[in-house]
Antibody
Framework: QVQLQESGPGLVRPSETLSLTCTVS????????WSWIRQPPGKGLEWIAY???????NSKSSLKSRVTISVDTSKNQFSLKLSSVTAADTAVYYC????????????????WGQGALVTVSS | QSALTQPASVSGSPGQSITISCTGT?????????VSWYQQYPGKVPELMIY???KRPAGVSNRFSGSKSGNTASLTISGLQAEDEADYYC???????????FGGGTKLTVL
């Protein structure tokens, strides 16, 4: 069974960079797409970015200028960096593995990490 | 790209059937059959319930079903049980640039 675990600081100062890592166990990071999704307190889900084992990436247009996503296949990990954070970036951040679907869109999230609450505050 | 539109809340009694709608546009929900649905209990991790519009992952009860008509996708839960009380989110593929968008979520209350 694939398991994902987020790690990183729970508190980030405004204007600094949020950094999170997702460690994948129970399966290889190869052959799938991997995403970061966030959920502000009391609000809905928001897709942030994805990466695949080849390093192909995409991110939400409104966040693109601040997002860096990377993969380390030797460690079975992928990471998120979000720069110039504000209070609006306070959220639970989930890492997730995409599922395989018809046509290889991989447009759904089959496995999720437990989530990491990141608070932006001085 | 705006979020998909879901009702803020729906409710039903045990044993009944309920349907949660997810309305998009001809550029997302209406164009592809790549809508997924997630169940989330308070403080817990979202769980995939439906993918590709109507497919159920292994282990998901067959009381959950998905469908689509035009620009609106729907999640139907039959034989409602107390344990179904949760938030439900839809998600649709848009295109290779935008990728996916989520609905705002629907709180299901089992009366």
């Amino acid at each position: 069974q694939v398991q994902l675990q987020e790690s990183g600081p729970g508190l980030v100062r405004p204007s600094e960079t949020l950094s999170l890592t997702c460690t994948v166990s129970g399966g290889s990071i190869s052959h799938y797409y991997w995403s970061w999704i966030r959920q502000p307190p009391g609000k809905g889900l928001e897709w942030i970015a994805y990466i695949n084992f080849s390093g192909n990436t995409n991110s939400k247009s409104s966040l693109k200028s601040r997002v860096t996503i990377s993969v380390d296949t030797s460690k079975n990990q992928f990471s998120l960096k979000l720069s110039s954070v504000t209070a609006a970036d306070t959220a639970v951040y989930y890492c997730a593995r995409h599922g395989l679907d018809t046509g290889n869109y991989q447009a759904y999230f089959q496995y999720w990490g437990q989530g990491a609450l990141v608070t932006v505050s001085s | 790209q705006s979020a998909l539109t879901q009702p803020a809340s729906v409710s039903g009694s045990p044993g009944q059937s309920i349907t949660i709608s997810c309305t998009g546009t001809s550029s997302d929900v209406g164009r592809y059959n790549h809508v997924s649905w997630y169940q989330q209990y308070p403080g817990k991790v979202p769980e995939l319930m439906i993918y590709e519009g109507s497919k159920r992952p292994a282990g998901v009860s067959n009381r959950f079903s998905g469908s689509k008509s035009g620009n609106t996708a729907s999640l139907t839960i039959s034989g409602l049980q107390a344990e179904d009380e949760a938030d439900y989110y839809c998600c649709s593929y848009v295109d290779s640039v935008t990728f996916v968008i989520f609905g705002g979520g629907t709180k299901l209350t089992v009366l």
